[in-house]
């Protein structure tokens, strides 16, 4: 039986702003977010805080650390009326194939979470629309379906959907000028709050202080720790007898 406990808490940066490099919109792109440009990281910060406000969730976090073997899903939520899980497995692809959809599905069925999952969430930033794909993502759910696990798919249009209620997240992901063309109005309530470039240059500037930092007081430990050994030398007469040999 696997148990929340047995996973890493959710990191403090997963719940962050983006770590900017969105480009500013163009006039015809508005309704349309950049889900692309987002980098890996980002998307994935963006579906936790989407996941995060999905009805009555009593948690919502990642599921391993760098390196491990993931079980083909990226975070996992359980409802407060709930006893299963719902896992969310997120791809930032350059093109999305039938294929890829099937691999999806298919590690996280051969693996242990799945008996304890009752819904499987595919998110990306690319687009299911076209009938290709459309059929494919159909497939897999039926396939689900066999294992008693619904099937969502948050791909760019459904992610675009559910965003048009969230300006928040929206601010901080794609920040003030894209907030503008999706919602058709100023970020006003978001004036005093920092953009994703703007975090991003912030949380620079503080990895540089305290690196500087931390080199300066490290090298004043090594100092030190040179004075007392000098000290214990001299005290001991180690010194005299250095000079004399």
Known sequence: MLRSEDFEPIPSRLE???SGG???????ARG???FGELKWDDL???????????GDVAECRLYGVPGDQQEGIDLYSRRKSGAKWSVYQCKKVKALTARLLDNAAGLFLARDFAAETEV???CT???LRSTALDRAWRKVAKTLAARGIEAVRWDGDELTELLREEREIVFDFFGPAWF???FGEEPVAFARRLTPAELSDFTRR???FYSARTERLDSGAVLARRAEWTRALLRSGGWERSRAS
């Open 16 to 18: 962050t702003h983006a």
């Open 120 to 122: 499987f969430t595919f």
């Open 44 to 54: 994935e910060r963006l579906c936790l805080r989407l996941a995060r406000k999905r």
């Open 22 to 28: 969105i480009q500013p919109p163009v006039p015809s």
């Open 206 to 208: 503080c990895r540089d």
């Open 32 to 34: 349309i977010l950049p």
């Open 180 to 182: 503008t063309a999706f």
């Open 125 to 127: 930033n690319r687009s």
